[in-house]
């Protein structure tokens, strides 16, 4: 039973899939509104700037996933490259990440089931849509992944009818009347710091690039990781820019909007009319349940990884199923955990997401250059300063600014949840009299599969 394994069967475009199934692209309509007051009108130039980060921490990622390319991502490099201890905290960090979204899935599918049954019970919705997330994620990442791929191309498709509606109204006089225009990414009444909130704002976007290292076990080849974060990265960043960009174009201000907390039903409404808006709004329900199943089957291989290093139970954290491959004991606590989805707000969970991902983020920079620089020693030429020194402290620094702009709420909450995992720590290594179970990587465990 120990040697059982995780199944490869990812290709490429698969775990691509599931990373920007996990991004939800029409989350650049949800919280158009939010954004565009935030930034007075230029939520494009705010996904530029998170993009750029973003793509500093995506060189990150791709560097540490040829070194460990095994499922713990930024829990497993810190751990490897730093301290079993600092890991443990950085994977703790996470997990309220990433435990978290699964669950804001399904609160965003009870929202959109209430308001179209609201005589249904709402818990009714939440217990049907985390039993059919987790029986796929139970039984096969195959299916799972096909699933979710072809949610994505229902997604991409109906984002590109928008695109289609929104250049036709745009030639109507809608809005700025005009696609070429720089409005939307410059104005005299923009601020830095607006610009930098509304970043930290949609950072939240872009998680999911790094949950695909969680699927470094599951690639047919390990070598495609580094490119399917990449490709994850500018392809997910590429339509939010597009999408912002034209949203921008089409509403220069929120002024139009009834809701502001939530304008993707509007801005179909207003691009398409009433059908196209009914359509749009079925997009958005794939989007949830697509995100649901990455994010769901993600921290499912987060929990598993630190199982199998000995830092959780093992018995239960580290199990793999002998027939179907995953870490199905695992895959049913995301569930239950899911399934207090039917009664807290989404604007409770949410907000402490950030918190987790940007340790991530920052602690994966930093193990580039633990590892690169203090342990291997490979700063003897320029290119290896810029590639495993400056290019790293960069990703850190800009990092760090979306720290500083971070929501008090967001950096209250977590900080308790990392205080808690640290007592945690303290209980398991008797104050640091024991270690935490060291995880040697094993490549043969890596070249087994079906």
Not at 42 to 70: C, D, Q, R
Not at 85 to 106: C, E, Q, R, T
Not at 204 to 222: C, H, K, L, P, W
Request: charged share 10%; proline share 4%; hydrophobic share 50%.
């Amino acid at each position: 039973m120990e040697n059982v394994t995780l199944k490869r069967s990812l290709g490429l475009w698969a775990i691509v899939g599931l990373g920007l199934g996990y991004m939800t692209p029409t989350t650049v309509f949800d919280t158009f509104g939010i954004v565009s007051n935030e930034t007075n009108g230029v939520v494009p130039l705010a996904y530029i700037v998170s993009l750029v980060v973003m793509l500093f921490t995506a060189i990150s990622y791709g560097k540490m996933v040829k070194e460990f390319p095994s499922a713990g991502s930024a829990y497993t490099y810190t751990r490897e490259t730093m301290s079993p201890y600092l890991g443990f905290l950085v994977g703790w960090s996470a997990l309220l990440d990433y435990i978290l979204l699964p669950m804001v899935n399904a609160l965003i599918i009870r929202i959109y089931m209430e308001s179209v049954f609201p005589a249904v019970p709402a818990w009714v919705w939440v217990i049907l849509y985390v039993a059919v997330v987790t029986a796929f994620n139970y039984f096969s990442m195959g299916k799972t992944s096909s699933f979710n791929s072809l949610l994505v191309i229902f997604e991409v498709v109906l984002i590109g009818a928008f695109i289609v509606l929104g250049v036709v109204q745009l030639y109507h006089g809608m809005g700025q009347g005009s696609l070429l225009t720089t409005k939307p990414l410059f104005h005299s009444d923009i601020q830095l710091g607006h610009i930098l909130t509304g970043a930290t704002i949609v950072c939240f976007s872009f998680i999911g690039f790094d949950a695909v290292t969680m699927y470094a076990e599951e690639a047919i080849d390990s070598k495609i990781m580094p490119k399917a974060i990449m490709l994850t990265v500018l392809i997910g960043g590429g339509i939010f820019f597009v999408c912002a960009y034209l949203a921008q174009s089409l509403f220069p201000t929120v002024a139009h909007f009834k809701v502001t907390d939530d304008t993707l039903p509007e801005v179909g409404l207003y691009v398409g009319g009433s059908i196209f808006k009914i359509v749009f709004l079925s997009g958005a329900f794939a989007a949830a349940v697509a995100s649901g199943l990455a994010s769901h089957s993600s921290v499912a291989r987060l929990l598993y990884v630190m199982g199998r290093n000995g830092v959780l139970p093992k018995k239960v954290f580290g199990y793999v199923h002998p027939k179907y491959r995953t870490p199905t004991f695992n895959v049913v606590i995301v569930g239950l955990v899911s399934l207090l989805a039917i009664t807290p707000s989404l604007e409770l969970i949410s907000s402490f997401i950030n918190f987790g991902a940007l340790i991530a983020f920052t602690f994966v920079n930093l193990s580039v250059i633990a590892h690169f620089i203090f342990r291997q020693k490979r700063y003897k030429t320029t290119k290896e300063i810029f590639s495993y020194l400056i290019m790293p402290i960069l990703g850190a620094g800009l990092t760090g600014i979306l720290w500083a702009n971070l929501h008090v709420d967001a950096l209250i909450g977590g900080l308790v949840w990392a205080s808690i995992g640290f007592i945690y720590m303290l209980f398991q290594t008797k104050f640091f009299k024991l270690k935490i179970a060291d995880f040697a990587f094993d490549e043969a465990d890596q070249s087994s599969s079906i």
